[in-house]
Protein backbone atom coordinates (compact mmCIF):
# COMPACT_ATOMS: atom_id res chain seq x y z
CA UNK A 1 0.00 0.00 0.00
CA UNK A 2 2.99 2.58 0.70
CA UNK A 3 4.41 1.82 -2.47
CA UNK A 4 1.06 3.19 -3.91
CA UNK A 5 0.47 5.75 -2.07
CA UNK A 6 3.70 7.49 -2.78
CA UNK A 7 3.45 6.80 -6.18
CA UNK A 8 -0.08 8.15 -6.96
CA UNK A 9 -0.30 10.69 -4.16
CA UNK A 10 2.91 12.35 -3.27
CA UNK A 11 4.54 14.48 -5.22
CA UNK A 12 8.04 15.72 -3.23
CA UNK A 13 8.59 19.07 -3.26
CA UNK A 14 10.12 21.32 -6.26
CA UNK A 15 13.92 21.84 -5.33
CA UNK A 16 14.76 25.23 -4.46
CA UNK A 17 17.51 25.35 -1.80
CA UNK A 18 20.97 27.38 -3.20
CA UNK A 19 23.75 25.65 -4.43
CA UNK A 20 25.43 28.76 -4.61
CA UNK A 21 29.59 28.24 -4.66
CA UNK A 22 29.35 24.49 -4.09
CA UNK A 23 31.02 22.17 -6.27
CA UNK A 24 28.61 18.88 -6.72
CA UNK A 25 29.65 15.46 -8.30
CA UNK A 26 26.43 12.99 -10.02
CA UNK A 27 27.37 9.81 -10.84
CA UNK A 28 25.26 8.12 -14.07
CA UNK A 29 24.41 12.35 -15.02
CA UNK A 30 23.90 11.67 -18.40
CA UNK A 31 20.20 10.03 -18.28
CA UNK A 32 17.80 9.68 -15.94
CA UNK A 33 17.24 11.04 -12.71
CA UNK A 34 21.66 11.96 -12.45
CA UNK A 35 21.11 14.18 -15.56
CA UNK A 36 17.46 15.70 -14.30
CA UNK A 37 18.87 16.30 -10.43
CA UNK A 38 22.06 17.75 -12.35
CA UNK A 39 20.02 20.24 -14.31
CA UNK A 40 18.22 21.24 -10.59
CA UNK A 41 21.92 21.72 -9.20
CA UNK A 42 22.95 23.85 -12.35
CA UNK A 43 19.78 25.73 -11.92
CA UNK A 44 20.09 26.90 -8.31
CA UNK A 45 23.43 28.03 -8.46
CA UNK A 46 25.83 25.66 -8.13
CA UNK A 47 29.52 26.76 -9.00
CA UNK A 48 30.30 23.50 -10.74
CA UNK A 49 28.81 20.60 -11.31
CA UNK A 50 30.52 17.15 -12.07
CA UNK A 51 28.54 14.86 -14.91
CA UNK A 52 30.65 11.80 -13.57
CA UNK A 53 29.56 9.25 -16.94
CA UNK A 54 30.89 6.27 -18.36
CA UNK A 55 30.05 7.60 -22.19
CA UNK A 56 31.59 10.92 -22.19
CA UNK A 57 30.09 11.39 -25.40
CA UNK A 58 26.59 11.37 -23.77
CA UNK A 59 28.18 12.98 -20.63
CA UNK A 60 28.65 16.23 -23.27
CA UNK A 61 24.96 15.90 -24.54
CA UNK A 62 23.86 16.16 -20.87
CA UNK A 63 26.11 19.11 -20.56
CA UNK A 64 24.64 20.88 -23.27
CA UNK A 65 21.13 19.98 -22.67
CA UNK A 66 21.99 21.18 -18.85
CA UNK A 67 23.27 24.59 -19.60
CA UNK A 68 21.01 25.42 -22.78
CA UNK A 69 17.82 24.71 -20.77
CA UNK A 70 19.41 26.66 -17.66
CA UNK A 71 21.27 29.67 -19.55
CA UNK A 72 24.00 28.80 -17.63
CA UNK A 73 27.31 28.14 -20.21
CA UNK A 74 30.61 26.43 -18.56
CA UNK A 75 28.73 25.52 -14.88
CA UNK A 76 29.49 21.40 -16.17
CA UNK A 77 32.17 19.30 -16.30
CA UNK A 78 32.20 15.89 -17.80
CA UNK A 79 34.32 13.30 -16.17
CA UNK A 80 34.85 9.42 -17.36
CA UNK A 81 33.78 7.19 -14.48
CA UNK A 82 32.93 3.31 -15.43
CA UNK A 83 31.62 1.82 -12.29
CA UNK A 84 32.80 -1.59 -13.63
CA UNK A 85 36.24 -1.25 -13.32
CA UNK A 86 37.69 -0.40 -10.23
CA UNK A 87 41.01 1.69 -11.78
CA UNK A 88 38.96 3.68 -12.78
CA UNK A 89 37.38 4.59 -9.52
CA UNK A 90 40.62 4.69 -7.87
CA UNK A 91 41.84 7.36 -10.99
CA UNK A 92 38.64 9.45 -10.56
CA UNK A 93 38.71 9.61 -6.78
CA UNK A 94 42.37 10.93 -7.03
CA UNK A 95 41.16 13.29 -10.10
CA UNK A 96 38.60 14.75 -7.32
CA UNK A 97 41.20 14.70 -4.89
CA UNK A 98 43.21 17.59 -6.59
CA UNK A 99 39.70 19.61 -6.56
CA UNK A 100 39.59 23.12 -4.38
CA UNK A 101 36.71 21.64 -2.83
CA UNK A 102 33.91 19.15 -3.41
CA UNK A 103 30.38 19.81 -1.34
CA UNK A 104 28.34 17.04 -2.22
CA UNK A 105 28.29 13.73 -4.29
CA UNK A 106 25.41 12.22 -5.23
CA UNK A 107 25.94 7.92 -6.16
CA UNK A 108 23.51 7.60 -8.38
CA UNK A 109 24.81 5.29 -11.18
CA UNK A 110 23.57 1.78 -11.04
CA UNK A 111 22.30 -1.17 -13.35
CA UNK A 112 19.43 -3.38 -13.21
CA UNK A 113 20.08 -6.56 -15.56
CA UNK A 114 18.14 -9.92 -15.90
CA UNK A 115 22.00 -10.76 -17.50
CA UNK A 116 24.44 -12.63 -15.60
CA UNK A 117 28.09 -11.30 -16.46
CA UNK A 118 31.34 -10.65 -15.05
CA UNK A 119 33.03 -7.50 -14.23
CA UNK A 120 36.09 -7.68 -11.61
CA UNK A 121 35.60 -10.92 -10.99
CA UNK A 122 32.20 -10.12 -9.55
CA UNK A 123 28.82 -10.63 -11.01
CA UNK A 124 28.35 -6.93 -12.69
CA UNK A 125 25.50 -5.71 -10.21
CA UNK A 126 27.46 -6.07 -7.73
CA UNK A 127 30.42 -4.61 -9.21
CA UNK A 128 28.88 -1.73 -10.12
CA UNK A 129 26.18 -0.97 -7.37
CA UNK A 130 27.59 -2.21 -4.35
CA UNK A 131 31.64 -2.64 -4.36
CA UNK A 132 32.31 0.40 -7.02
CA UNK A 133 29.96 2.30 -4.95
CA UNK A 134 31.26 1.46 -1.87
CA UNK A 135 35.08 2.14 -3.17
CA UNK A 136 34.44 5.46 -4.58
CA UNK A 137 32.35 6.72 -0.98
CA UNK A 138 34.92 5.46 1.06
CA UNK A 139 37.72 7.26 -1.17
CA UNK A 140 36.18 10.48 -1.54
CA UNK A 141 35.15 10.60 2.34
CA UNK A 142 38.72 12.15 3.13
CA UNK A 143 37.97 15.09 0.56
CA UNK A 144 34.58 15.48 2.16
CA UNK A 145 35.96 15.78 5.77
CA UNK A 146 38.74 18.24 4.69
CA UNK A 147 36.05 20.95 3.67
CA UNK A 148 34.17 20.17 6.66
CA UNK A 149 37.78 21.09 8.65
CA UNK A 150 38.63 24.04 6.02
CA UNK A 151 34.96 25.55 5.94
CA UNK A 152 32.83 25.19 9.00
CA UNK A 153 30.03 27.09 7.55
CA UNK A 154 29.78 23.81 5.04
CA UNK A 155 27.98 20.83 5.37
CA UNK A 156 29.26 18.02 2.55
CA UNK A 157 27.31 15.72 2.13
CA UNK A 158 27.47 11.89 0.24
CA UNK A 159 23.71 10.87 -0.73
CA UNK A 160 23.46 7.38 -2.10
CA UNK A 161 20.78 6.28 -4.02
CA UNK A 162 18.62 3.39 -2.86
CA UNK A 163 15.92 1.42 -3.66
CA UNK A 164 12.25 0.31 -1.68
CA UNK A 165 12.85 -2.85 -3.26
CA UNK A 166 15.49 -3.82 -1.05
CA UNK A 167 12.65 -4.86 1.06
CA UNK A 168 11.37 -7.05 -1.91
CA UNK A 169 14.36 -9.47 -1.91
CA UNK A 170 14.64 -12.74 0.14
CA UNK A 171 19.01 -12.27 0.20
CA UNK A 172 19.60 -15.63 1.79
CA UNK A 173 23.20 -15.19 0.28
CA UNK A 174 23.62 -13.25 3.94
CA UNK A 175 24.02 -16.31 6.05
CA UNK A 176 26.39 -18.00 4.00
CA UNK A 177 30.25 -17.89 4.64
CA UNK A 178 31.13 -15.37 2.54
CA UNK A 179 28.09 -13.53 0.63
CA UNK A 180 30.48 -11.72 -1.66
CA UNK A 181 31.17 -15.35 -2.89
CA UNK A 182 27.80 -17.07 -2.34
CA UNK A 183 26.69 -14.06 -4.87
CA UNK A 184 29.46 -14.72 -7.43
CA UNK A 185 27.36 -18.35 -8.63
CA UNK A 186 26.43 -18.10 -11.80
CA UNK A 187 24.15 -21.40 -11.15
CA UNK A 188 22.84 -20.44 -8.09
CA UNK A 189 22.06 -16.54 -8.95
CA UNK A 190 18.78 -15.14 -8.71
CA UNK A 191 18.79 -12.30 -11.21
CA UNK A 192 15.09 -11.29 -11.24
CA UNK A 193 16.25 -10.36 -7.64
CA UNK A 194 19.49 -9.24 -8.29
CA UNK A 195 19.20 -5.54 -8.21
CA UNK A 196 16.97 -5.88 -4.79
CA UNK A 197 19.47 -7.32 -3.22
CA UNK A 198 22.20 -4.91 -4.37
CA UNK A 199 20.35 -2.42 -3.08
CA UNK A 200 19.70 -4.06 -0.08
CA UNK A 201 23.48 -4.50 0.56
CA UNK A 202 24.23 -0.96 -0.04
CA UNK A 203 21.88 -0.07 2.86
CA UNK A 204 23.32 -2.51 5.58
CA UNK A 205 26.96 -1.13 4.48
CA UNK A 206 26.10 2.43 4.62
CA UNK A 207 24.35 1.95 7.85
CA UNK A 208 27.00 0.44 9.12
CA UNK A 209 29.71 2.64 7.47
CA UNK A 210 27.79 5.91 9.78
CA UNK A 211 28.82 4.08 12.84
CA UNK A 212 32.05 4.63 12.85
CA UNK A 213 32.13 7.73 11.17
CA UNK A 214 31.63 10.20 14.34
CA UNK A 215 32.47 13.73 14.25
CA UNK A 216 33.33 13.50 10.60
CA UNK A 217 31.40 16.62 9.86
CA UNK A 218 29.92 14.81 6.81
CA UNK A 219 26.30 13.71 6.08
CA UNK A 220 25.52 10.33 4.58
CA UNK A 221 22.58 9.59 3.74
CA UNK A 222 20.37 7.33 1.13
CA UNK A 223 17.66 7.96 -0.83
CA UNK A 224 14.53 6.23 -2.12
CA UNK A 225 13.50 7.67 -5.49
CA UNK A 226 10.52 5.21 -6.03
CA UNK A 227 9.48 3.86 -9.48
CA UNK A 228 10.63 6.30 -12.08
CA UNK A 229 10.89 7.19 -16.10
CA UNK A 230 14.33 6.33 -16.61
CA UNK A 231 17.16 4.25 -18.50
CA UNK A 232 17.57 1.94 -15.17
CA UNK A 233 15.89 -1.37 -15.90
CA UNK A 234 15.77 -0.90 -20.24
CA UNK A 235 16.99 -4.40 -20.13
CA UNK A 236 14.08 -5.58 -18.22
CA UNK A 237 11.07 -7.37 -20.15
CA UNK A 238 8.00 -5.56 -21.32
CA UNK A 239 5.96 -6.65 -18.25
CA UNK A 240 7.58 -4.17 -15.95
CA UNK A 241 7.68 -1.80 -18.88
CA UNK A 242 4.30 -1.96 -18.93
CA UNK A 243 3.91 -1.61 -15.13
CA UNK A 244 6.55 1.55 -15.21
CA UNK A 245 3.92 3.33 -17.88
CA UNK A 246 1.05 2.72 -15.76
CA UNK A 247 2.51 3.81 -12.07
CA UNK A 248 6.29 5.45 -12.63
CA UNK A 249 7.06 8.94 -11.74
CA UNK A 250 8.61 11.38 -13.73
CA UNK A 251 12.15 11.15 -14.68
CA UNK A 252 12.03 15.35 -13.13
CA UNK A 253 9.33 14.53 -10.55
CA UNK A 254 11.88 11.30 -9.17
CA UNK A 255 15.39 13.49 -9.62
CA UNK A 256 13.51 15.75 -6.43
CA UNK A 257 14.42 13.28 -4.01
CA UNK A 258 18.06 13.44 -4.90
CA UNK A 259 18.27 16.59 -4.84
CA UNK A 260 16.49 16.46 -1.40
CA UNK A 261 19.20 14.33 -0.33
CA UNK A 262 22.10 16.61 -0.96
CA UNK A 263 20.01 19.58 0.47
CA UNK A 264 19.11 17.48 3.95
CA UNK A 265 20.27 18.65 7.31
CA UNK A 266 21.97 16.78 9.71
CA UNK A 267 19.24 14.93 10.77
CA UNK A 268 18.91 12.85 7.81
CA UNK A 269 22.67 11.22 8.42
CA UNK A 270 22.89 7.92 8.31
CA UNK A 271 18.84 8.02 7.34
CA UNK A 272 16.97 6.79 4.46
CA UNK A 273 14.90 9.14 2.72
CA UNK A 274 11.85 8.25 0.82
CA UNK A 275 9.35 10.97 -1.12
CA UNK A 276 12.12 13.44 -0.14
CA UNK A 277 11.60 12.99 3.40
CA UNK A 278 13.57 11.14 6.07
CA UNK A 279 11.90 8.02 6.81
CA UNK A 280 14.00 5.53 8.22
CA UNK A 281 10.31 3.36 9.24
CA UNK A 282 9.62 3.06 5.82
CA UNK A 283 13.06 0.73 5.95
CA UNK A 284 11.87 -3.23 6.02
CA UNK A 285 11.67 -4.97 9.22
CA UNK A 286 14.59 -7.32 8.10
CA UNK A 287 16.88 -4.33 8.37
CA UNK A 288 15.18 -2.67 11.40
CA UNK A 289 15.64 -5.55 13.24
CA UNK A 290 18.03 -7.46 15.11
CA UNK A 291 18.90 -9.98 12.17
CA UNK A 292 19.92 -6.78 9.62
CA UNK A 293 22.18 -5.39 12.36
CA UNK A 294 23.47 -9.03 12.37
CA UNK A 295 23.90 -8.94 8.39
CA UNK A 296 25.00 -5.21 8.11
CA UNK A 297 27.86 -6.37 10.66
CA UNK A 298 28.81 -9.60 8.55
CA UNK A 299 28.88 -7.41 5.40
CA UNK A 300 30.93 -4.51 6.56
CA UNK A 301 33.98 -7.10 7.37
CA UNK A 302 33.21 -9.06 4.03
CA UNK A 303 33.20 -5.61 2.13
CA UNK A 304 36.51 -4.10 4.35
CA UNK A 305 38.43 -7.03 3.06
CA UNK A 306 36.81 -6.75 -0.68
CA UNK A 307 37.76 -2.93 -0.44
CA UNK A 308 41.39 -3.84 1.29
CA UNK A 309 42.47 -6.03 -1.54
CA UNK A 310 41.53 -3.26 -4.30
CA UNK A 311 43.12 -0.47 -2.80
CA UNK A 312 45.07 -1.41 0.92
CA UNK A 313 44.54 0.94 3.14
CA UNK A 314 41.24 2.39 2.39
CA UNK A 315 39.63 1.26 5.27
CA UNK A 316 41.79 3.77 7.28
CA UNK A 317 39.57 6.33 5.37
CA UNK A 318 35.92 5.81 7.10
Known amino acids: MGFFYSQFLVKPEYPTQSFAGQIVIITGANVGLGLEAARHIARLQAAQVILAVRNPDAGEAAK ?140 LLLREMVTRMSGSGVIVNMVNPGLCHSKLARDIGWGFWMFKQLVARSTEVGSRTLVAGVSAGRGSHGMYMTDGRVADEALSDFVRRSEGKQAQEKLWREISGVLEGIHPGIMQMV
Open 64 to 203: RSIEQSTGRPGVCQVWHLDLASFASVQSFADRVARLPRVDCVVANAAIATPTFKVAEGHEQTITVNVISTMLLAVLLLPKLREIAKQHPESTPRLTVVVSETHAWTPFPEWKSSNTFQALKGKDTADMENRYATSKLIEI
